[in-house]
């Protein structure tokens, strides 16, 4: 870890002071560097007196964190309304498509325009997200 994500990371933790948001704290390092790694995990228990293996937990069960480097996400969604309207063969037309990292999410706020995804973190419909990715290429 360098002296400037240390000096981002007491940043946060400024910010986030007497604060027992965990995950808000996560999530604002996720947000910064688009993953979390393990030294960071570390050095976060350290100063938060949290657990190492509380952080890990939580880094590891929510599927927006990530401990690797992750450039390009698409995030499909599967929830209900989606789901009735084609989000599992979406995500299987978007996984076998290459280049990006697929997940699914469940309901992405966005459901008139069903089935929806997620691409680098802007709410589209399924047509707009496939044509964009394969402009992308
Ligand atoms: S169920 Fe997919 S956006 Fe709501």
Redesign the pocket.
Known sequence: MDAEEKRVLELILKKQKGSADLLGILQEVEGKYGHITRETLSYLSEKLEVPLSTLYHLVTFYRCFHLEPVEKVVKV???????LKG?EALYQQVKGSGGYQVEK???????N????LELDGELMSGDAGRERMKEAR
Request: charge should be positive; include cysteine.
């Open positions: 969604c599967v929830g209900t309304t989606c789901h989000g999410a469940r309901c992405l706020g966005c459901c325009t069903a089935p929806a």
